[in-house]
Nanobody, 116 residues
């Protein structure tokens, strides 16, 4: 079993920044990929940013140039630096870990609210 613990969400004004963290623990077998998704009220969950199996990154068009995903492999942790936040970025952000060829795990989600 794999556990994902997210942190760093909160309330921020438009134009502000937040940094999300997701730490994975448990029975983690490489290779795996991690990423961030989000779900706004009344909308489907969507990809925000992720590391691909080849180690490159993939971003949603709506966050390119504003968000940056990074990771610390030694700590099995992935981060999401979010800058120039907009009200439309308001959502619950979920961490996802995919053990390639096997299971997908989700974190509990962390709320990000962008509002003045």
């Amino acid at each position: 079993q794999v556990q994902l613990v997210e942190s760093g969400g909160g309330l921020v004004q438009p134009g502000g920044s937040l940094r999300l963290s997701c730490a994975a623990s448990g029975r983690i077998f490489r290779p795996y990929v991690m990423g961030w998704y989000r779900q706004a009220p009344g909308k489907q969950r969507e990809l925000v940013a992720e590391f691909t199996g080849g180690g490159s990154t993939n971003y949603a068009d709506s966050v390119k140039g504003r968000f940056t995903i990074s990771r610390d492999n030694a700590r099995n942790t992935v981060y999401l630096q979010m800058n120039s936040l907009k009200p439309e970025d308001t959502a619950v952000y979920y961490c996802r870990l995919y053990l390639i060829g096997t299971m997908t795990y989700w974190g509990q989600g962390t709320q990000v609210t962008v509002s003045s």
